[in-house]
């Protein structure tokens, strides 16, 4: 499906009129970033997209890898370029492990990393090459003709998910008869989700996806779970 093709959907499910070329409620804009969302939300609760790329260090302890890997979600597994592996650690365990850790120089062992950008290196070597697999963000779509770069299987996906987001503004009964959508959307994220999962475990990758079962999916458009609609969405 192409950025055109889900927007399409989107506003025939919307009710827009299709005959109107510039639709009032849910222009053509609103809608490519609520299914830009979409994609980046299923990325990051399935961690479908990986890359490998090679890491020169500087000799420093801490870097921002997004400086560097503007699709940069977090490592999935690092190791040097014999082959070696480099373990993952808390900052906690540097500070137990060694008083001196963030000046200790010598070749990487053991890494850390923080949020969707900090990177830690103990100990440190100017010059080491580290093979790093991360977990990607998507690109954006922008064009009617680009491609969700998820899995094809989960394209429709994306308007469910961005139908829910759209009508929030509206509320009411209008948000509330959208939730099944929502509801939709988790089930297939989860259902890659789980298929990651697996294929990480075989890799013997350091993170693995999100439990989906165990978030308060009410979170992600921000109402709480006491209200009418959410509760409403269970027997969506």
Known sequence: MTALDMVDRCQQRLHEDPA???????PYP???????RAQRM?????????TT???DEDGSTFYNMRT???DWLLPLRVSTLAGVRVRPARLADLDALDSQWQANVAPTKRYAALGFDFFVCYPQQSGMALVITYAQAPPALVNPTDV???PEDYHPALPDFAIPWLRLKEGGQEFQKSLPYLKRFFAEADR????????NIAARYDNLPFELRRLDRSKFLGVRPDLPSMKGSKNG
């Open 20 to 26: 109107v070329t510039t639709p009032v409620y849910y």
């Open 30 to 36: 609103e809608v490519l970033s609520a299914l830009n």
């Open 192 to 199: 890659e989700a789980e298929y990651v999962r697996q294929r």
């Open 148 to 150: 969700p770069v998820i």
């Open 53 to 55: 790329v090679t890491f």
């Open 42 to 50: 299923f990325v990051l609760l399935t961690l479908c997209l990986e």
């Open 68 to 70: 560097s890997y503007e």
